[in-house]
């Protein structure tokens, strides 16, 4: 892999900690290649960001997609795969519809992204594979059974694939933040606290995905938990 091309791919990366990744990897120097459903409320204006539109659980798209971009960005070494969105609710109360479509885009659609980039980094000889987890991922608890299911099986997916692919020279890693300072509260019934230490900020995250990514290939970080220092929730009236 050639170390003086740093490209990443980034999923989500309009809002919230992918938005907070994508700005801080411009910062260091990455070209940016930004995958969302709407990139109108994210513009660096930085010629080293492309954004490309996409709805990750359309696969077949996202398939056709990601091979135009690596046929367009030969030098592409970095995936974070951070897509994803909350719904806590009992589980008696989801449809069947709402529960494909949760784990479509919370699960599965980083299966494929991290498949297709897979094989790109084996003939690359090496790359970096970031993905986002989340607390619920290393502890399950009421009304989180759909979002503890997909983290918990990024977990499991991510510890295999490192595993896996080690020995081609691809680094895999999970980070599994716990509450986050961004818009993903935005639809929800709860969030953190106003305090200062009663949550992660998006920029917290996007340091430690530097952080990672700058560590000598000799060495791997297999996952990292990120904790407020404080918890605190406030629920909605």
Same mark, same amino acid.
């Given at each position: 892999?050639?170390?003086?091309?740093?490209?990443?791919?980034?999923?989500?990366?309009?809002?919230?900690?992918?938005?907070?990744?994508?700005?801080?990897?411009?910062?260091?120097?990455?070209?940016?290649?930004?995958?969302?459903?709407?990139?109108?409320?994210?513009?660096?204006?930085?010629?080293?960001?492309?954004?490309?539109?996409?709805?990750?659980?359309?696969?077949?798209?996202?398939?056709?997609?990601?091979?135009?971009?690596?046929?367009?960005?030969?030098?592409?070494?970095?995936?974070?795969?951070?897509?994803?969105?909350?719904?806590?609710?009992?589980?008696?109360?989801?449809?069947?519809?709402?529960? /494909?479509?949760?784990? #479509?885009?919370?699960?599965? %659609?980083? *299966?494929? =992204? &991290?498949? !297709?980039?897979?094989?790109?980094?084996?003939?690359?000889?090496?790359?970096?594979?970031?993905?986002?987890?989340?607390?619920?991922?290393?502890?399950?608890?009421?009304?989180?059974?759909?979002?503890?299911?997909?983290?918990?099986?990024?977990?499991?997916?991510? /510890?295999?694939?490192? #595993?896996?692919?080690?020995? %081609?020279? *691809?680094? =895999? &890693?999970? !980070?599994?933040?716990?509450?986050?300072?961004?818009?993903?509260?935005?639809?929800?019934?709860?969030?953190?606290?106003?305090?200062?230490?009663?949550?992660?900020?998006?920029?917290?995250?996007?340091?430690?995905?530097?952080?990672?990514?700058?560590?000598?290939?000799?060495?791997?970080? #297999?996952?990292?938990?990120? %904790?407020?220092?404080?918890?605190?929730?406030?629920?909605?009236?």
């Amino acid at each position: 892999m050639d170390s003086q091309q740093k490209t990443a791919v980034v999923t989500g990366s309009s809002s919230g900690i992918g938005r907070a990744i994508s700005q801080d990897l411009l910062s260091h120097g990455y070209k940016v290649i930004g995958l969302a459903r709407d990139h109108k409320k994210f513009d660096p204006e930085n010629k080293h960001y492309f954004p490309y539109e996409i709805d990750l659980t359309d696969f077949d798209r996202t398939i056709s997609l990601l091979k135009r971009i690596l046929a367009d960005h030969e030098e592409v070494n970095v995936l974070v795969s951070n897509a994803g969105f909350g719904k806590f609710q009992s589980l008696e109360n989801f449809s069947v519809t709402q529960i /494909q479509s949760f784990l #479509d885009l919370n699960l599965l %659609s980083h *299966i494929l =992204v &991290c498949q !297709i980039l897979v094989r790109y980094f084996k003939k690359q000889m090496g790359g970096d594979i970031i993905i986002m987890g989340s607390e619920a991922g290393v502890l399950g608890k009421k009304k989180s059974t759909l979002y503890s299911a997909a983290k918990f099986g990024l977990r499991g997916f991510s /510890q295999a694939l490192r #595993d896996e692919v080690g020995s %081609s020279d *691809i680094r =895999v &890693c999970l !980070i599994n933040p716990g509450m986050v300072r961004s818009p993903f509260f935005g639809d929800l019934n709860f969030y953190p606290g106003e305090n200062f230490e009663n949550a992660i900020e998006t920029s917290d995250v996007a340091a430690v995905v530097t952080d990672i990514l700058a560590m000598r290939r000799g060495t791997i970080i #297999d996952e990292v938990n990120l %904790s407020p220092a404080k918890k605190v929730i406030v629920f909605n009236k």
